[in-house]
């Protein structure tokens, strides 16, 4: 979720909790008001009719006062001295309803110890009316009041968070790669000062390890030549040897391979740097096909061997601009790769349109995922000859290009799908 | 042939020149560039091996060095860096070849004896070896002066064995020389296999002798035995 969603749905529904809390207790205050004024004015009339019996012993006109239904009941026995307030419904024939009322009641005795009893009737319904009309301007104003606030705090939030997703933003573009620093917005927010400089410092430090690392591998990558070279000739040498024994054939034989496995490697991860550092910038134009064509020639042998059938299917030259050592470094990995993992009698196809080339070959099934095949050092198969490097170098040629490699493997066939063109 | 080695590597140069030296070739080794351009302006060499990293100055310097006093040896660069720049302006200024390190010695004999056969027989590019006769200009092989019909690898095979008689070649220098060391072959071993034993079949139903020894664990020898 946002930040922005978040903190508005948090104040949202506190706000609410808080309006419905505060419009609950504003409702039962403002009825608790209601109710002591016309308890009030009970009681007052009452006082009234009260005075009046207790001093004349007449019942007073009480048509006039204050609206209210009065009863006035005089008895000729004395009575206890009593008086509640309470609610109470009362069946109104004309509406064939129960309205609601409130209304006291007042037991004493006059001067002359005779009982009298006052009961005076208030109608609610106009009260609560009013009550239920006073709740429906509350909720409206609470509701409008929330709308500006939520709307005041998102506007708010939104341009105080600005600065933080613009270098959010930046940050997540940070390329490695490209010496380019980061260039965060300038900001009087104290944290987001903060947060920038950790970011610049981050990245700055990233960077410099990234170099370092990179000088070290291609040092070490270059280092490595000359002692392997040593090593090679030594063993070169060594196999020239008369006389030599069984034993030391082998012996030799496996420094041999694994002489010749370092430098693959070796050799595979030079070529990932220099395609990094662009060492191969010159470009021009080149025609795919043609270079598939030039390719094939150099495997003509290999696949003949193997009765691999090579079909091609060019409705397109396929022109490119690119470097040629890359062009010809990338349809031979791929090509290399459709002959080594096939079978014999197996086929090739090459598939060349306007925005696609496409090489289809049977093989053995895969046994891996094929999205990390093109990752470093991963190898589909088990041969130890393979140094696993091949397809992460053509996914590095593919990248500096802005090509785009798919691999897809359906029963037995493999298709790599190269986007040369958008 | 004499040849100067130009690598600072002692445990390198010595086994270059040993390695050349079993071929037959005339060796001696500079582990400087100082010592290198002293040795070639007393001597005349038929071909200089130069490395590009030398400790006291650079390679592609050296060659420059060496050309402009007319040295009319080939020139071959061995470089630990497979640099594409390094090797087009070595080339540009007068080096005859490029080879990257590491590299097998089969490798390094074979563009010796390239290189040595441009420079030194000028319009006789043949090599004779009993009833084979290579002819290096159109690339055609005779034997018993039969025309024999070979595939560009077999050919290539064929010129590589002659460069390196009576030495055991690994299936590995094979597969680099025919493919390039930017492909990654594995079955490759059986390629090799089938090329040999292809090119062994045509010259025998020319009526030649099979030169082609098998070595076992490592390769192959081409041996007039």
Same mark, same amino acid.
């Given at each position: 979720?946002?930040?922005?969603?978040? =903190?508005?749905?948090?104040?949202?529904?506190?706000?609410?909790?808080?309006?419905?809390?505060?419009?609950?207790?504003?409702?039962?205050?403002?009825?608790?008001?209601?109710?002591?004024?016309?308890?009030?004015?009970?009681?007052?009339?009452?006082?009234?009719?009260?005075?009046?019996?207790?001093?004349?012993?007449?019942?007073?006109?009480?048509?006039?006062?204050?609206?209210?239904?009065?009863?006035?009941?005089?008895?000729?026995?004395?009575?206890?001295?009593?008086?509640?307030?309470?609610?109470?419904?009362?069946?109104?024939?004309?509406?064939?309803?129960?309205?609601?009322?409130?209304?006291?009641?007042?037991?004493?005795?006059?001067?002359?110890? #005779?009982?009298?009893?006052?009961?005076?009737?208030?109608?609610?319904?106009?009260?609560?009316?009013?009550?239920?009309?006073?709740?429906?301007?509350?909720?409206?104003?609470?509701?409008?009041?929330?709308?500006?606030?939520?709307?005041?705090?998102?506007?708010?939030?939104?341009?105080?968070?600005?600065?933080?997703?613009?270098?959010?933003?930046?940050?997540?573009?940070?390329?490695?790669?490209?010496?380019?620093?980061?260039?965060?917005?300038?900001?009087?927010?104290?944290?987001?000062?903060?947060?920038?400089?950790?970011?610049?410092?981050?990245?700055?430090?990233?960077?410099?390890?990234?170099?370092?690392?990179?000088?070290?591998?291609?040092?070490?990558?270059?280092?490595?030549?000359?002692?392997?070279?040593?090593?090679?000739?030594?063993?070169?040498?060594?196999?020239?040897?008369?006389?030599?024994?069984?034993?030391?054939?082998?012996?030799? #034989?496996?420094?041999?391979?694994?002489?010749?496995?370092?430098?693959?490697?070796?050799?595979?991860?030079?070529?990932?740097?220099?395609?990094?550092?662009?060492?191969?910038?010159?470009?021009?134009?080149?025609?795919?096909?043609?270079?598939?064509?030039?390719?094939?020639?150099?495997?003509?042998?290999?696949?003949?061997?193997?009765?691999?059938?090579?079909?091609?299917?060019?409705?397109?030259?396929?022109?490119?601009?690119?470097?040629?050592?890359?062009?010809?470094?990338?349809?031979?990995?791929?090509?290399?790769?459709?002959?080594?993992?096939?079978?014999?009698?197996?086929?090739? #196809?090459?598939?060349?349109?306007?925005?696609?080339?496409?090489?289809?070959?049977?093989?053995?099934?895969?046994?891996?995922?094929?999205?990390?095949?093109?990752?470093?050092?991963?190898?589909? =198969?088990?041969?130890?000859?393979?140094?696993?490097?091949?397809?992460?170098?053509?996914?590095?040629?593919?990248?500096?290009?802005?090509?785009?490699?798919?691999?897809?493997?359906?029963?037995?066939?493999?298709?790599?799908?190269?986007?040369?063109?958008? | 042939?004499?040849?100067?080695?130009?690598?600072?590597?002692?445990?390198?140069?010595?086994?270059?020149?040993?390695?050349?030296?079993?071929?037959?070739?005339?060796?001696?080794?500079?582990?400087?560039?100082?010592?290198?351009?002293?040795?070639?302006?007393?001597?005349?060499?038929?071909?200089?091996?130069?490395?590009?990293?030398?400790?006291?100055?650079?390679?592609?310097?050296?060659?420059?060095?060496?050309?402009?006093?007319?040295?009319?040896?080939?020139?071959?660069?061995?470089?630990?860096?497979?640099?594409?720049?390094?090797?087009?302006?070595?080339?540009?200024?007068?080096?005859?070849?490029?080879?990257?390190?590491?590299?097998?010695?089969?490798?390094?004999?074979?563009?010796?004896?390239?290189?040595?056969?441009?420079?030194?027989?000028?319009?006789?590019?043949?090599?004779?070896?009993?009833?084979?006769?290579?002819?290096?200009?159109?690339?055609?092989?005779?034997?018993?002066?039969?025309?024999?019909?070979?595939?560009?690898?077999?050919?290539?095979?064929?010129?590589?064995?002659?460069?390196?008689?009576?030495?055991?070649?690994?299936?590995?220098?094979?597969?680099?020389?025919?493919?390039?060391?930017?492909?990654?072959?594995?079955?490759?071993?059986?390629?090799?296999?089938?090329?040999?034993?292809?090119?062994?079949?045509?010259?025998?139903?020319?009526?030649?002798?099979?030169?082609?020894?098998?070595?076992?664990?490592?390769?192959?020898?081409?041996?007039?035995?």
């Amino acid at each position: 979720m946002k930040l922005l969603t978040k =903190s508005t749905y948090y104040f949202l529904l506190l706000s609410i909790l808080a309006m419905i809390a505060g419009g609950v207790f504003l409702y039962l205050t403002i009825k608790r008001v209601i109710y002591e004024q016309i308890d009030n004015s009970l009681i007052t009339e009452k006082t009234i009719i009260q005075d009046q019996i207790e001093q004349t012993d007449t019942i007073p006109d009480f048509e006039a006062s204050f609206g209210h239904q009065i009863e006035v009941k005089l008895l000729n026995y004395p009575l206890r001295k009593y008086q509640f307030i309470k609610d109470t419904d009362i069946y109104d024939s004309k509406s064939d309803s129960f309205n609601p009322f409130r209304y006291i009641f007042y037991s004493g005795n006059s001067v002359e110890m #005779k009982g009298y009893i006052i009961t005076i009737f208030q109608a609610l319904s106009e009260k609560d009316e009013l009550l239920q009309d006073l709740a429906i301007y509350m909720f409206f104003l609470f509701f409008s009041l929330l709308l500006i606030s939520i709307l005041i705090n998102y506007l708010i939030a939104r341009k105080l968070w600005r600065p933080f997703y613009i270098s959010v933003n930046r940050a997540s573009r940070f390329d490695i790669q490209s010496g380019k620093p980061l260039d965060l917005p300038e900001t009087d927010i104290k944290e987001f000062g903060q947060l920038n400089e950790v970011f610049d410092n981050m990245t700055r430090k990233m960077r410099n390890d990234y170099l370092n690392l990179k000088e070290f591998n291609e040092n070490a990558a270059h280092e490595i030549q000359t002692p392997l070279a040593v090593i090679r000739s030594k063993t070169d040498l060594l196999m020239q040897q008369k006389n030599l024994n069984k034993d030391s054939i082998s012996l030799i #034989k496996s420094i041999n391979e694994a002489t010749t496995r370092l430098f693959k490697l070796n050799h595979g991860l030079l070529m990932i740097y220099k395609i990094e550092n662009q060492i191969f910038h010159e470009k021009k134009i080149i025609s795919l096909k043609h270079i598939t064509e030039i390719s094939l020639d150099n495997y003509k042998e290999i696949m003949l061997l193997k009765k691999i059938n090579v079909e091609m299917e060019a409705m397109d030259e396929a022109l490119v601009e690119m470097n040629s050592v890359l062009a010809e470094v990338l349809i031979s990995n791929l090509l290399s790769n459709a002959v080594r993992f096939n079978v014999d009698g197996g086929f090739i #196809k090459c598939h060349f349109d306007d925005r696609y080339l496409i090489f289809t070959n049977s093989g053995l099934p895969l046994n891996i995922d094929p999205e990390i095949l093109f990752r470093r050092f991963h190898k589909g =198969s088990d041969n130890p000859q393979s140094a696993g490097l091949g397809l992460s170098i053509v996914k590095k040629i593919a990248d500096t290009y802005g090509m785009m490699v798919t691999y897809t493997y359906l029963d037995n066939i493999h298709e790599i799908k190269l986007q040369y063109r958008h | 042939m004499k040849l100067l080695i130009v690598e600072d590597d002692r445990s390198l140069s010595r086994s270059i020149n040993d390695y050349l030296k079993m071929e037959g070739h005339v060796c001696e080794v500079a582990l400087t560039f100082h010592e290198a351009i002293n040795k070639a302006s007393d001597n005349k060499y038929d071909c200089i091996i130069v490395d590009i990293g030398l400790p006291d100055g650079n390679g592609l310097d050296l060659i420059r060095e060496l050309k402009s006093n007319k040295s009319t040896g080939g020139i071959l660069i061995l470089s630990a860096k497979s640099s594409l720049d390094d090797k087009l302006t070595g080339l540009k200024i007068g080096a005859d070849d490029y080879l990257t390190k590491p590299f097998h010695f089969a490798e390094l004999s074979a563009r010796i004896n390239s290189i040595c056969r441009r420079n030194k027989f000028l319009g006789l590019n043949e090599i004779t070896f009993n009833e084979i006769r290579i002819n290096t200009d159109d690339n055609q092989v005779y034997v018993n002066d039969k025309l024999l019909t070979l595939t560009k690898k077999e050919y290539d095979l064929l010129l590589f064995f002659m460069a390196n008689r009576n030495r055991i070649i690994t299936k590995e220098s094979i597969v680099e020389h025919l493919w390039g060391d930017d492909v990654i072959l594995t079955d490759s071993f059986d390629f090799v296999y089938t090329h040999v034993k292809n090119l062994r079949k045509k010259i025998m139903v020319s009526e030649g002798r099979n030169y082609i020894k098998c070595i076992y664990g490592f390769g192959y020898k081409f041996i007039d035995s």
